[in-house]
């Protein structure tokens, strides 16, 4: 992806200035009543389910997260396609759709563990466009669109000033097939680690990116991610004066779940660093029964 497709995407859709807003404020609503939601069931989760997966959670509060918030778009924007990670795809005629992660984070959130987020984004032919994103428990909510700008709750944002790899804190995540996947992150982990301040592992992609939009962190990278996960957050770090990639090498395509997201100054060091990792054997990693 080159800087500011979202700009383009928007173009391509038609959509206007007073569009721009509405759909916006659509979005930061939905992701305060996520908040909303979330914080109620904070520390009081009565059900907690897995999906199949080793991690894959899903809890009572993604779900009526997920319920009140589909309800919600569906009566401010009927036309528009809803993608929504716990019920799947709602599709309607046109090129807009909605992608929603009503709990990103939910490990953490079912631990207690407080980086956890309600993300919506809104892509044009898999083009993100705007998103909102909303950290409930930092009472904060990121959102931001074309022509309108970046936010945190109402300050601007902008990405970092790093320019150099080592001077940088990075920040990734490891997907739910890393036991049986030799492409699971560690060793690009232990690789960066030793060649920046510091590689973090938050546990929620929304807040992953929404930080690099603000600056706290310079750069992230994953794999194994979904629309849901990536939408809001990589309109977010474009629109915020970043970069948004595929790695080691290519341009982001929301359907390929990769991502590299930085301040740009920083991009091209560590696109580099990646390409010279070679992948761990994963049987020193895989549970043992």
Known sequence: ????????????????????????????TAVTIGA??????????????????????????????????????????????????????????????WCLDPLDGTTNFAHGYPLFATSLGLTWNDIPILGAISIPFLNQIYWGAPTLGVFCNEEPINVSSSKLLIDSLLVTGFSYDRFIKIDNNYAEFCWLTHRTRGVRRGGAAAVDLAFVASGRLDGYWENGLAKWDLAAGVALVELAGGLVSDYPVGSFNLNNGRVLATNTLIQKELKNELTKVKPLNRHLYAPTN
């Open 1 to 28: 992806m080159t800087d500011l497709n979202c700009i383009y995407a928007t173009r391509q859709a038609g959509l206007v200035k007073s569009e721009l807003i509405m759909l916006s404020k659509t979005a930061q």
């Open 36 to 97: 909303r939601i979330l914080m109620k069931y904070y520390g009081h989760l009565t059900s907690i389910s897995n999906k199949g997966r080793v991690g894959d959670l899903v809890t009572d509060a993604d779900l009526e997260c997920e319920k009140q918030i589909v309800s919600y778009l569906k009566s401010k924007t009927p036309d528009i396609t809803i993608l929504a990670e716990e019920s799947g795809l709602d599709i309607k005629s046109g090129d807009l759709c």
